[in-house]
């Protein structure tokens, strides 16, 4: 147990509206990533952060906000949600060059 | 580009051995990683290789050939609680990860 969490777990929101998700770690790790997983396409790399106020683009990162002021806590903002955003968003820690998830935000959108 | 192959699907039976393979291409590497993954669950780590050879944790063992771009997982004495995902995974600089498809195994009585 890498002491990570989510929230929300389950959310519904419709198409244009924002929405930031949240992810929280105890262990004050430097690294930190955000991913979607998707049916056929596995889990992408949307954006990371290696400190506070550090972040940088990952592989899928158009339409898609990050913001990390404290050590714990990385937030994931969807501007103005749309329909192609709906999947599962995993939020994943750096020890020791291993990687470990958190429990995962399944995010509607309508 | 970055790229990385494993079967999409494979099946085996309870006490045997199964064998999933990875291939990838990538100009930055600086590991392998295999991570399993239950049906609605959170990816757990398995094993990380950053040599060539087999690494060998209980059940599991991790094989890797950088010079060929090739990995395999190797499930010793299969358990019905070893039907999930089997993701592979390189990594590249700034400790990211770059995932494949995964291999969903679903062992059989």
């Known amino acids: 147990d890498a002491g990570i969490t989510q929230s929300p777990r389950h959310k519904v929101t419709e198409t244009g509206t924002p929405v930031t998700l949240r992810c929280h770690q105890t262990e004050n790790h430097r690294y930190m990533y955000w991913y979607r997983q998707d049916p056929g396409h596995g889990l992408r790399l949307i954006h990371y952060?290696?400190?506070?106020?550090?972040?940088d683009k990952g592989e899928v990162s158009d339409g898609y906000s990050v913001s990390r002021s404290k050590t714990e806590d990385f937030l994931l903002t969807l501007e103005s949600a749309t329909s192609s955003q709906t999947s599962v968003y995993f939020c994943?820690?750096?020890?020791?060059?291993?990687?470990?998830f958190g429990p995962g935000t399944r995010l509607t959108v309508t | 580009g970055q790229n990385i192959d494993q079967p999409t699907e494979m099946t085996a039976t309870e006490g045997a051995i199964v064998q999933i393979n990875c291939t990838y291409q990538?100009?930055?590497?600086?590991?392998l990683f295999w991570y399993q993954q239950h049906a609605g669950e959170a990816p757990t780590f398995l094993s990380y290789?950053?040599?060539?050879g087999l690494e060998e944790k209980g059940r599991f063992s991790s094989f890797l050939s950088r010079s060929k771009g090739y990995s395999y997982l190797l499930l010793k004495e299969l358990q019905m609680k070893d039907s999930a995902s089997y993701l592979c995974?390189?990594?590249?600089?700034?400790?990211?990860?770059?995932f494949g498809t995964g291999t969903r195994l679903t062992v059989i009585p």
């Open positions: 990538t100009s930055g590497f600086n590991g």
């Open positions: 290789n950053v040599l060539d």
């Open positions: 995974a390189f990594q590249t600089g700034a400790n990211n990860l770059f």
């Open positions: 952060s290696y400190g506070v106020k550090d972040t």
């Open positions: 994943a820690i750096s020890r020791e060059d291993e990687q470990y």
